[in-house]
């Protein structure tokens, strides 16, 4: 059974370019959780999708970022016209009941 | 509100040192989980161990134990006779799967270091 896996792994965007991050659940999974975690701090949750639908987006900026997780394919974490202080590590993570499993992770850094 | 405090920020020992790692936490929930994880340089969450809320044991795995004491609102890490692959960032976290929809919230870490 794969595990989380998201991608890209690493994603260099200048500023005003769109970012588009990509995590696939674990088979069988139907929760997902997208994380933040800034240089040299701890993961901040920012929302809680189930299939379809925005469970809990209470950690998510206001503007331009935004989160589907659609019938079929991955969870998109979307960032629209990035800033340098978008620059972070952003994890996924899925489960079926109360346990997380974490993907790699993908970094953005943000010229 | 849940928090998770992991009071040093940056602990160095010796190698084959025992350390140890605090984690307080404070939840109103009577069911939740607690997790520890490491962060090598490389970047990934390395899952290490979760504990309910019910169970008290503590674990022992190999070179890692974990004491668990609701009493204080702590679970605590400890690795003996370190080494130096070892050295990451190790967070503790919190999550309860019947309120705050199952999110986990995460200390800000230990940087742990362990020199040759």
């Known amino acids: 059974n794969a595990g989380v896996m998201q991608n890209p792994r690493h994603l260099v965007r200048r500023r005003g370019q769109e970012a588009r991050l990509r995590c696939s659940p674990m088979k069988g999974h139907s929760h997902v959780y997208w994380y933040r975690q800034l240089p040299e701090e701890g993961l901040k949750f920012m929302v809680y999708?189930?299939?379809?639908?925005?469970?809990?987006e209470s950690g998510m900026p206001k503007e331009r970022f935004s989160a589907e997780f659609p019938k079929e394919g991955p969870s998109i974490l979307r960032i629209q016209q990035v800033v340098r202080g978008d620059s972070a590590a952003y994890f996924c993570?899925?489960?079926?009941?109360?346990?997380?499993?974490f993907g790699p992770g993908t970094r953005l850094t943000v010229t | 509100a849940q928090k998770v405090t992991q009071a040093q920020t940056e602990i160095s020992v010796v190698e084959k040192e025992d350390v140890t790692l605090d984690c307080v936490y404070e939840t109103r929930d009577t069911t939740y989980y607690l997790f520890w994880y490491k962060q090598p340089p490389s970047g990934e969450l390395v899952f290490l161990i979760r504990?309910?809320?019910?169970?008290?044991q503590n674990e022992i795995s190999g070179r890692y134990s974990w004491n668990f004491q609701k009493s204080t609102s702590s679970f605590n890490f400890t690795i003996t006779a370190s080494q130096v692959v070892d050295s990451a960032v190790y967070f503790c976290a919190l999550s309860s799967p019947n309120t705050n929809a199952g999110k986990s919230t995460f200390g800000d870490g230990t940087t742990l270091t362990v020199k040759p």
């Open positions: 993570a899925s489960s079926y009941s109360y346990e997380q499993y």
């Open positions: 999708l189930q299939k379809e639908n925005i469970i809990d």
């Open positions: 504990r309910n809320s019910f169970d008290e």
